[in-house]
Nanobody, 126 residues
C-alpha cells in the first residue's frame, strides 16, 4: 500500500526557515517524479515544486523560486522541501505527491499525481 507521510510543518516567524520531509513507503521510490503542493485557507491547491526521479529536473512555482529548494534521497525514500525567507503568504497546508507511473521529468500538473500525503500545516506569522 502506497503511503506518503509529511512532517516538519509548524508556526514560524516571517523570514524564518523550515524543512519539510515526505517519507514514502509501499512502492519503489526510484523512478517516480514527486512534488510538493500547498493549499491556503479559502484557496485552491497549487503547485510548489517538483523533482524528477533522478533529481536532474526540477521545477518551482514562481512565488517560491530562489527561496525554496526541493530534493530527494532515494536511499531513505524521502523527499524534502527546504523553505527559506518564509513569508506570511506561504501559510498553507503542504502536501507531497508522487506520480503513479514511472516517467521522466518534474511534473507540475496536479492532475497527473496519483498518490498524496495527508499534509502538514505551515504557518508564517508576520
Amino acid at each position: 500500500q502506497v503511503q506518503l507521510v509529511e512532517s516538519g510543518g509548524r508556526l514560524v516567524q516571517a523570514g524564518g526557515s523550515l524543512r519539510l520531509s515526505c517519507v514514502a513507503s509501499g512502492f519503489t521510490f526510484v523512478g517516480y517524479p514527486m512534488g510538493w503542493f500547498r493549499q491556503a485557507p479559502g484557496k485552491e491547491r497549487e503547485f510548489v515544486a517538483a523533482i524528477s526521479w533522478s533529481a536532474s529536473n526540477i521545477n518551482y512555482a514562481e512565488p517560491v523560486k530562489g527561496r525554496f529548494a526541493i530534493s530527494r534521497d532515494s536511499a531513505k525514500n524521502t523527499m524534502y522541501l527546504q523553505m527559506n525567507s518564509l513569508k506570511p503568504e506561504d501559510t498553507a497546508v503542504y502536501y507531497c505527491a508522487s506520480r503513479g507511473t514511472r516517467t521522466v521529468g518534474a511534473t507540475t500538473s496536479e492532475s497527473l499525481y496519483g498518490y498524496w500525503g495527508q499534509g502538514t500545516q505551515v504557518t508564517v506569522s508576520s
